[in-house]
């Protein structure tokens, strides 16, 4: 996997944390400097933190599980859908329903609901209805599609979160926690990094910065995703070869039945031609 070099995170301003009042002391240990009031984020550690993570996300990726994006603000919505879209992930870029995880029967129920609305609209459904009901329904239906767009094709808890600002997602990062699905994220300097399993130290507020990382973070799951498949196709493989080799074995055993009963039945017909000489 490419590495993120440090010329992509200065030119991103991935370095710029918060004002120095607003920090969390647990950042100090990822913290460069003040400057001006405010802390700049030792990007060295951001690049290493980056490259690892983007590693163990590649892993979990490559054992079969899915990753779901999370990011609401304005800064992070828009990529965040982008990214997951290109790596075939779930998102929420909207707004993080409470119980999305920890409630999540409830949230397939009204993704269903989602479902039967847009089936309505396509079967005739719609045509047989009042006004008013097709307009109640359809908003309905936007209101859902909305928020719920991004998680549609989630049939099952995912294996994981990257998430943008835990401040700001501290509802969906909680839940993954009680879930005991690991969360990776972007951790600014005014954060607890004590609440996330993988963090990438950095500004959460820079749109580029955002980017950068998600996009890395989103090629980790397509490296992982490739050797997943290479995996599935090795399986595939081994398989057909072992029912190759089941096959051969049946066939060898088959014959040598075949040849040990003509054996015996040369064998009967001989001394029966022997006794009726001996006659």
Not at 13 to 27: D, Q, S, V
Not at 88 to 98: A, F
Not at 184 to 206: R, S
Request: charged share 40%; glycine share 4%; hydrophobic share 35%.
């Amino acid at each position: 996997m490419k590495k993120v070099d440090l010329t992509q995170l200065i030119e991103a301003g991935a370095h710029f944390g918060h004002l120095t009042r607003r920090w969390n002391p647990k950042m100090k240990s990822y913290i460069f400097m003040e400057k001006n009031g405010i802390h700049i984020i030792d990007l060295k550690k951001t690049q290493t933190h980056l490259n690892e993570s983007a590693e163990e996300l590649a892993k979990l990726v490559a054992d079969g599980k899915k990753v779901l994006f999370v990011g609401t603000k304005k800064q992070a919505k828009n990529v965040i859908e982008t990214e997951a879209r290109r790596c075939g992930q779930n998102w929420v870029s909207e707004r993080w329903l409470g119980g999305m995880l920890t409630n999540f029967a409830t949230i397939r129920k009204s993704v269903k609901r989602l479902s039967n609305i847009e089936k309505q609209e396509t079967d005739g459904t719609f045509d047989k209805i009042t006004k008013k009901e097709r307009l109640f329904l359809t908003r309905e239906k936007d209101k859902l599609k909305k928020v719920l767009e991004g998680v549609e094709t989630m049939g099952k808890l995912p294996g994981a979160l990257f998430v943008v600002d835990i401040k700001k997602e501290d509802i969906a990062v909680k839940e993954a926690h009680r879930l005991n699905i690991p969360v990776f994220a972007i951790v600014d300097t005014n954060c607890d990094p004590d609440e996330v399993d993988y963090l990438i130290p950095a500004n959460d507020d820079a749109v580029k910065t955002v980017e950068i990382i998600t996009q890395h973070m989103a090629d980790a799951v397509l490296e992982g995703d490739a050797k997943l498949k290479e995996k599935k196709a090795e399986e595939v493989a081994e398989k057909e070869r072992v029912k190759k080799e089941k096959e051969i074995v049946k066939k060898v055993e088959l014959k040598k039945k075949s040849e040990a009963k003509t054996k015996k039945d040369d064998a009967a017909e001989h001394t029966e031609s022997t006794e009726k000489t001996e006659e």
